[in-house]
């Protein structure tokens, strides 16, 4: 679901109104900070006059076995999510806030225990349908009952859904305390009840499913590919929020069997367009006529968006890992620096924080607020989240990985692990330090390897294995790792999807996202402080408290961050002058026709890898 679909964390517009009536809105926007006003005609980032035709080849790694991707079963198609409406869409260039789409008001309660979100009459599936109410209601009951675990958690506190009319559907809440509820319910995917009737919907499926987006699906070749064709008389395409958007006409997904054959496939013109990630791939890998005639553009793309916290997860669940001096001596493994100049061309920036590259940032040590927050844990929380700043170990001339790795030794020493000739044992019950690293990505084994054979140093037997994506997802639903790579995107505004990531009551549930085990009831008080913040001031000191007591729980290995998007691709688009602050904005390209034949006929003439 390309890990963005869930990341919900938004707050509702408080907008005022007279006390006996509900507040109205035309979006939805933390604390009310608009970028575009009720009349807007497009966001800023597109091209409202971009053409419209042409085709859009993409890569995604792996398979997929069904299209149905709001359930936990299977692995969804890529691009899945563009043949969905939902109530509201959000802007990329602004955190956190979105504008009309399905639903084009929402009326808000006084005492924000209800809202009202009124339907565009105008919107339907594209079969031609009418959404109506009761389309919403069974979409938001069926995701909450049947859907991933992360719906139950994202719709807990809603207590109800109802109709209220023709064209309006109201959710009640258990109280008004929860900010986030009524923006998370506007994000809502809206699926057809009428479709869905008489199927399973907690299965798998490869029929491809009625939606309501700019997009549907032309052909599947299961496992392989995936084709969708731009929906015409798409409803919704003249609306603000979709001007100067989804301009090609059609897009297809080819999966590949890994990265390096889908860049070779890149080079050789099989597909159009990728989104890089490997530093050694952007430095050297795209070399070659295709580049050096410029048929091959690379750009580099800022963004703000705070930055995933990327590491190696222990697994909580099991007890090699409970005690956080173990955790602690283990970070000691990764040498990141020696990683970065000779694997990623010093590309990278070691990440520490769960929310790099952003105001949401735990630095240096706490003050104000976010001191005021977290005081009443002193004693139960390391004495270190006081009095200093969380920093990965770093090796420099002066404190080398052998430095490093005496100190680990220390600190396992304390743990009651000791050496027993080149094996560390447990002093208790004799049982020898060993566990296994599960891994999806061959690139990932260049990283882990180098880190094993530091553990081995430690007198650990650390060994990884790579599987391919299904069994991968099976292991990870089922919790069933030593240690595994996480990528714990975050959001501007984050909120309820924490229980999600952190909370104690997602951590023994299959298919949750709580990969790490954390179960902490001060990481759950401070989610649930969280998530009732009343100010953007509030909201920030909350989540530096958060991330500070995470940093210093020494729950994952922090590896490193890109703070811009790579993206490479043949040069037959062209793009808007701005750039969204906040996504690549790869939906507002559009294809040049004339330089698309260029491209293929040079393709034909100079025959590359």
């Known amino acids: ?4 679909s869930f990341l919900l964390g938004v707050a509702l517009l408080l907008a005022a109104g007279r006390a006996a009536k509900a507040a109205v809105s035309y979006g939805m926007s933390l604390y009310g900070d608009f970028k575009y006003p009720p009349d807007f005609k497009h966001y800023d980032y597109v091209n409202p006059d971009a053409p419209k035709g042409g085709t859009m080849k993409m890569e995604s790694i792996g398979t997929f076995d069904t299209l149905n991707p709001f359930v936990i079963k299977g692995v969804p198609a890529a691009g899945i999510g563009a043949i969905f409406d939902t109530l509201m869409t959000r802007s990329d260039d602004e955190p956190a806030t979105d504008y009309p789409l399905i639903a084009e008001s929402a009326d808000l309660a006084p005492d924000r225990a209800s809202v009202v979100y009124n339907l565009n009459p105008k919107a339907k599936f594209n079969d031609g349908t009418p959404i109506t109410p009761e389309d919403v209601i069974w979409s938001f009951e069926t995701l909450r009952d049947k859907g991933a675990p992360l719906y139950r958690f994202y719709y807990g506190d809603v207590v109800k859904g109802e109709s209220v009319g023709e064209h309006a559907v109201k959710f009640t809440f258990k109280n008004g305390e929860n900010r986030e509820l009524p923006a998370i319910l506007s994000e809502l995917p809206v699926l057809s009840k009428a479709y869905w009737s008489g199927k399973d919907f907690e299965k798998t499926t490869l029929d491809p499913p009625l939606g309501s987006g700019p997009y549907k699906i032309a052909s599947v070749d299961p496992g392989k590919s995936i084709t969708y064709q731009r929906v015409a008389d798409y409803w919704a395409k003249d609306l603000p929020a979709n001007v100067g958007r ?20 890149f080079k050789a013109g099989a597909y159009d367009i990728r989104q890089e990630n490997s530093s050694k791939a952007w430095a050297t890998g795209y070399d070659g006529p295709a580049l050096r005639d410029g048929l091959i553009k690379k750009i580099v793309i800022p963004n703000r968006n705070p930055s995933a916290m990327q590491g190696w997860a222990f697994n909580m669940r099991r007890p090699l890992f409970q005690d956080p001096l173990v955790r602690q001596a283990l970070a000691y493994a990764f040498d990141f620096e020696w990683s970065n100049q000779n694997l990623f061309y010093g590309a990278y920036t070691r990440t520490r924080s769960y929310f790099d590259n952003s105001e949401l940032a735990a630095t240096g040590v706490p003050q104000g607020d976010e001191l005021k927050i977290l005081e009443p844990f002193k004693g139960q929380i390391p004495d270190e989240v006081f009095t200093k700043e969380y920093d990965p170990p770093k090796y420099t001339d002066s404190y080398t990985i052998r430095d490093g790795l005496r100190d680990a030794i220390g600190l396992l020493k304390q743990a009651g692990w000791t050496f027993k000739g080149e094996q560390l044992v447990n002093d208790k019950t004799g049982q020898p330090f060993t566990f296994e690293i599960l891994n999806e990505d061959p690139q990932m084994e ?36 030593g240690m595994t790579v996480v990528v714990i995107a975050q959001s501007l505004s984050p909120g309820n999807e924490q229980r999600e990531f952190f909370g104690s009551a997602a951590a023994d549930r299959p298919g949750s996202q709580n990969q790490i085990g954390v179960k902490s009831k001060i990481v759950d008080q401070l989610i649930e402080e969280l998530i009732h913040a009343q100010t953007r001031a509030d909201l920030v000191a909350h989540v530096k408290a958060l991330d500070r007591v995470l940093q210093w729980g020494y729950y994952v290995i922090p590896q490193y961050h890109l703070p811009d998007f790579w993206v490479a691709y043949w040069d037959k688009f062209r793009r808007p002058q701005i750039a969204p602050k906040y996504a690549p904005g790869i939906e507002t390209w559009w294809v040049d026709t004339t330089a698309e034949q260029s491209v293929e006929t040079k393709k034909k003439s100079e025959p590359t890898k």
Do not use: C, H, W
Request: charged residues 25%; aromatic residues 14%.
């Open 446 to 481: 260049r990283v882990t390897l180098p880190m094993i054979q530091n553990l081995k140093r430690l007198g650990i037997a650390a060994t990884i294995r790579t599987v391919d994506v299904s069994q991968y997802q099976q292991l990870m639903n089922n919790f069933d790792y």
């Open 1 to 4: 679901m390309y890990r963005r």
């Open 246 to 265: 989804y301009n090609v006409d059609t897009i297809r997904y080819d999966y590949y069997r890994d990265a390096t054959v889908a860049l070779e496939a």
